[in-house]
């Protein structure tokens, strides 16, 4: 059981890293503004959800868990909220130039 | 793993004192915040007034039982807890703090009054918080005995001088408090590093504790440049005074008295504590000869500048550069080579008087300057002639105080003086009896300008613009007397042979020889002349000599201009930084 | 070499790689990002160096409202950068500079790598005292008891630093509204944050705070964490910034300092020394100070994000 | 090579680079980051201290990490501080810089009028 655990967390922390080093690379290759916050945003709510999905069953604790969720849900939220600000003065400079 | 040092000093009777030196001004500073409109001024003067009560018994109960206060914050021992300690240097600084502060607030009571029509103005809200809280940063500074602690109060320091600079908000002065703030932050910073390193190696904070303890290893030495370096720049001994002269001249007379007379004393009294108590074995001879030898630049820069000054408050802004240079020249003289470190003694004394002294003469100096400004409107020098029958009490107030810096019998600074030549005769560094003697000349030489120019016929009857109160200028002359009686009270009896009688032929005779060698080198040197007969006539005498002694002296201002650049600056921190580190490691 | 200095290298290596960015980055704005991301990877070696409650504070404190100072304070700056480069010193100078501050940078290493060892530690006398004040975290213990001096002075400290900031406003604003200027559109994100986010905001800064005594946490963290919430607040124009001449502003800002000093004062009489706490009692007189104390940091931060006021009290 | 030597090393390195940038930016904002990176490098060298005092089970000497966390507040209130006077400098001159003379400023040069009860507003 605790191995089947084990190969879970290293299973998904390990997509969870793919998805960080996916969003990186996106962040500094692609050209503009939007698509760069396209890349960003997977890594932050995908690459560290299942990053917290994966260390969830080694927090041992459920007040750490609760911990390891508000984690993700705070990030997620300020993640869109400064995503959806981000893009709105991306657009609005593209529609004054 | 190394003993913890152990307490050596317990807490002695009468020492919660020091707590309410340190506390009442907080607790006037959280009522003046809270009350504001009105009552600031109010509570600030009552704030001043208790303080001046506590400081009396504090330097009743020293002289009781004859020996330093300590005291246990929190009943802690050190080196867990802080302790406060008063050693006779302390008590003389909180005594003569208080009466500086007392001086400065009665005469800003004209000067920073609320108006009617408003409930509330910025500049008294400001300044009167601020005046409370340099007092406070300084009593910490005196009585704190902990390295971290008196960071801790040299910030408070800082942050209380820097509104000060700027409080009328001009782009002057606003860029003057900037450069103030940041050069001395950088100075705190180092300071801070200098601390750790110090309880990296012994485990402890408490200066009492580290004096003991304390040796030359590589950790102490870095910290005790660090720690000397940074507290230098929040000094402003030359080369590191880039903000010096605009801060001082351009502030409100009342906070350029603040600013000049106590401010820096608080990073000046810190040196002290770490070459003397906390590390007093590290420095070494040479390091202190590089110390005073800035301190002998800072006299050479600093008065020969004031002589070119075309204003009255840059005149003393100068001065003081020049003068925090005298406070340097004690620590050579104090080391002692069979201890190989710096011991309490008559050069020390005579390095404190010399602060004592500068601090109400300072005072007094800025004020009078403020009063001339106020009457006329200006503080142009050159259109000086004819203030001192204007308004005689404050061109009195600035002489009384120029004169007790000058040295001349029976001042604190003519002490102060005696003391360190003979502790340069006594160890053999006729070097530095020099300097002082060509200090004396120098700070005479600028005095006395000011005081003839004042002398001069106006071309035109002069009209006062406005009204001074008689308040000010009483405050202002009281400081000034204060720099002659207030030290020697403040230190209590002297050996007798330190005193002469002031009228004495020998005495008359050097006071003479010195007054005459200043105005030679003002007249010689000085940008603005007295319209005085015998001055034309030397005038055209020695119209070569003022050529070329003018001439070097503009040089000097080139220089300084150079020098107060802000990377120019800033390398000579670094640059210090390392010469202190080669003169310590070399010197042994 | 294991695996746990790799992980300590990469920290270190990544933090010297941000100071050179923010140093050398050409845009003010670059350099100021890189700043954010200094503090956070800062933080992350405070927790290799097993100081969680430091790690808290740089993250808050030192990367987050600093940050968000500079963000601020960079865009009101963008149209004089340019001018301002021309003052740029030349290369011998710069060559000198960054000669004497690498000689400096060595001695200071060659200090620190030649400390005695082994250390000297007060942590022993930390550990022995600690059961004393009734609490379980040993810094909380130095903060607040055994060098409870600093602590104070400190709150002055921030007190005057604020009153410094005000001080700044032009004499016709005084006892004005603070300048910050908040473009937030009022059916925009921001606002749905400011007015969302607090209550889980406020919660994590009383959980930091409850924390504080016996876990990593404490006043000036949670303090920190909701004077964000209240920044975010202003910023979002919810609730703009309080004029400064209020008497209850002024009064939280100090009710903090004065309760401390007062059971400062009280020790005196109960516990024979100033900051000494009564034996049995030492917990909930903490507990009482901290709880102020937060309260009055909190207000102290926010107003020093806010700046200096820049709008009449009539406005 | 140690964990303290590395950390160590790095807290002096960065109060070099601290230096550098407080000495060569001429921009003023410039100079409050560099300041704040030199803090950095000075509270690292607290850590490092803190570390090697680890004993009686605490992962270090509680004692300099409290002094770093009062350091880090004073820090934010001398940073705050800076840039609300920065900013008025601006507002009032139109530039930050410290290295324009003071004669140069818009209000400032001769006509320094220091006593007067109610200084021009910007």
């Known amino acids: 059981m605790s191995f089947a655990l084990h190969v879970f967390s290293v299973v998904c922390i390990s997509a969870g890293c793919l998805f960080f080093i996916a969003g990186t690379v996106g962040l500094l290759r692609f050209p503009d503004t939007l698509t760069r916050l396209h890349a960003l945003t997977k890594a932050d709510n995908l690459g560290l959800g299942l990053i917290v999905i994966g260390l969830l069953p080694q927090a041992g604790r459920l007040s750490s868990g609760i911990k390891l969720i508000s984690v993700w849900v705070l990030v997620l939220f300020a993640g869109a909220m400064v995503s959806q600000m981000i893009g709105r003065i991306a657009r609005r400079r593209a529609v004054d130039r | 793993m190394p003993a913890i040092p152990t307490p050596s000093e317990f807490v002695t009777p009468g020492a919660g004192l020091l707590v309410l030196a340190l506390i009442v001004p907080v607790v006037g500073i959280l009522a003046a915040i809270v009350a504001g409109r009105r009552h600031v001024e109010r509570t600030a003067l009552a704030t001043i007034a208790l303080g001046a009560v506590v400081m009396i018994a504090i330097a009743w109960q020293m002289r009781q039982s004859g020996r330093a206060l300590v005291y246990w914050l929190g009943a802690w021992a050190p080196p867990l807890g802080v302790t406060l300690r008063a050693d006779a240097a302390s008590v003389v600084m909180l005594l003569v703090t208080v009466v500086v502060v007392a001086g400065i607030a009665v005469y800003a009571r004209a000067d920073f009054r609320t108006p009617d029509e408003l409930s509330e103005a910025r500049r008294p809200y400001v300044f009167w918080i601020m005046l409370l809280a340099v007092w406070c940063g300084l009593n910490a500074v005196f009585v704190a005995s902990d390295l971290f602690t008196l960071y801790v109060a040299l910030e408070l320091l800082t942050f209380a001088a820097m509104p000060l600079v700027c409080l009328d908000g001009r782009a002057e002065t606003l860029q003057a408090a900037l450069r103030y703030l940041l050069f001395a932050l950088a100075g705190s910073v180092l300071y801070l590093l200098g601390a750790v390193l110090v309880f990296g190696a012994y485990g402890t904070l408490d200066i009492t504790q580290l004096g003991r303890v304390s040796d030359a290893q590589p950790a102490t030495i870095v910290a005790c440049v660090l720690m000397t370096t940074g507290l230098l720049a929040k000094t402003a001994l030359f080369p590191l005074h880039l903000w010096l002269p605009p801060a001082h001249g351009g502030a409100p007379p009342a906070a350029s008295a603040v600013l000049s007379a106590l401010v820096v004393k608080g990073s000046f009294f810190i040196v002290i504590r770490i070459w003397f108590d906390a590390l007093p074995t590290v420095p070494g001879y040479l390091a202190a000869q590089v110390l005073a030898g800035l301190g002998a630049s800072a006299i050479l820069f600093g008065s020969v500048i004031a002589l070119r000054q075309q204003r009255l408050k840059l005149l003393i802004a100068y001065s003081t550069l020049a003068q925090i240079g005298y406070l340097f020249l004690m620590f050579p003289l104090a080391f002692d080579a069979d201890v190989g470190g710096f011991v309490h003694g008559d050069a020390l004394t005579g390095g404190l008087l010399q602060a004592m002294s500068h601090a109400t003469a300072k005072a007094a100096m800025f004020m009078a300057a403020g009063l001339i400004y106020t009457t006329l409107g200006h503080d142009r020098l050159g259109e000086m002639a004819g203030v001192a029958r204007l308004v005689p009490l404050s061109v009195l107030a600035f002489a009384v105080g120029g004169v007790a810096l000058m040295g001349v019998l029976p001042s604190g600074a003519y002490l102060a003086k005696k003391l360190l030549l003979d502790a340069a005769e006594g160890s053999g560094q006729w070097w530095w009896a020099v300097t002082l003697q060509a200090g004396g000349f120098l700070t005479t030489s600028y005095v006395l300008l000011v005081i003839a120019l004042t002398l001069g016929k106006p071309a035109a009857p002069l009209v006062a613009r406005a009204r001074i109160a008689r308040s000010q200028e009483v405050a202002a002359l009281a400081l000034a007397i204060c720099s002659f009686g207030l030290a020697l009270a403040a230190l209590g009896p002297l050996p007798g042979k330190l005193i002469s009688n002031p009228l004495a032929p020998g005495a008359l005779l050097s006071s003479a020889w010195l007054i005459g060698g200043g105005a030679l080198l003002a007249l010689a040197i000085s940008r603005e002349l007295p319209r005085l007969a015998f001055v034309d006539a030397f005038v055209a005498a020695a119209r070569p000599l003022r050529r070329t002694l003018g001439g070097a002296g503009e040089v000097f201002v080139q220089i300084d201009q150079w020098l107060r650049r802000w990377p120019i600056a800033g390398l000579s921190m670094l640059a210090l930084l390392l010469l202190f580190g080669v003169s310590i490691v070399a010197g042994r | 070499m294991n695996a746990v200095p790799v992980l300590d290298v990469g920290l270190v290596l990544l933090t010297l790689a941000l100071a050179g960015w923010i140093i050398g980055a050409r845009d003010t704005f670059a350099a100021v990002v890189g700043f954010v991301a200094y503090g956070i990877i800062l933080a992350l070696i405070w927790v290799r160096l097993h100081a969680l409650d430091i790690a808290l504070t740089e993250v808050a404190l030192g990367s987050g409202l600093t940050g968000v100072l500079f963000l601020g304070a960079a865009s009101r700056l963008r149209e004089s950068e340019v001018a301002e480069r021309a003052f740029v010193p030349g290369r011998a100078l710069r060559v000198l500079a960054a000669v004497f501050s690498a000689g400096v940078a060595a001695a200071i290493a060659m200090a620190v790598l030649r400390l005695p060892d082994p250390a000297p530690t007060l942590a022993p006398l930390v550990a022995k005292n600690l059961d004393s004040t009734g609490l379980g975290n040993p810094v909380t213990g130095v903060l607040m008891a055994f060098r409870a001096t600093d602590t104070l002075l400190e709150v002055v400290v921030l007190l005057l630093a604020l009153v410094g900031a005000w001080s700044l406003a032009p004499d016709r604003l005084w006892g004005g509204y603070p300048g910050l200027r908040h473009y937030a559109d009022p059916d925009g994100v921001l606002v749905y944050a400011a007015r969302r986010l607090p209550p889980f905001g406020i919660l994590l800064g009383l959980y930091l705070f409850y924390a504080g005594s016996d876990g990593p946490g404490g006043e000036f963290q949670a303090a920190t964490v909701l004077a964000a919430m209240w920044l975010l607040v202003m910023l979002a124009g919810v609730r703009p910034a309080p004029a400064i001449g209020g008497r209850p502003l002024r009064a939280v800002l100090v009710v903090g300092a004065a309760v401390f000093l007062a059971v400062g004062i009280a020790g005196m009489f109960t516990a024979g020394a100033f900051l000494a706490y009564p034996e049995g009692y030492a917990k909930s007189l903490i507990l009482t100070i901290e709880v102020v104390l937060t309260l009055s940091i909190a207000a102290t931060l926010g107003l020093l994000m806010a700046g200096a006021p820049e709008r009449s009290k009539d406005s | ?122």
């Open chain 4, 1 to 122: 090579m140690t964990e303290t030597t590395l950390f160590g090393s790095c807290g002096a390195l960065l109060v070099g680079l601290g230096l550098y940038g407080l000495i060569v930016h001429p921009q003023p904002l410039r100079k409050i980051l560099s300041f704040n990176v030199l803090g950095g490098g000075v509270f690292l060298l607290f850590g490092v201290i803190a570390r090697r005092g680890a004993a009686m089970g605490f992962g270090g000497d509680p004692v300099p990490q409290a002094l770093v966390i009062t350091g880090l507040v004073v820090s934010f209130a001398a940073t705050a501080l800076s840039v609300a006077l920065l900013l008025r400098l601006h507002a009032v001159a139109g530039t930050a810089s410290l290295s324009m003379p003071a004669s140069d400023l818009p209000s400032g040069g001769a006509s320094a009028d220091a006593t007067t009860k109610t200084p021009r507003d910007a």
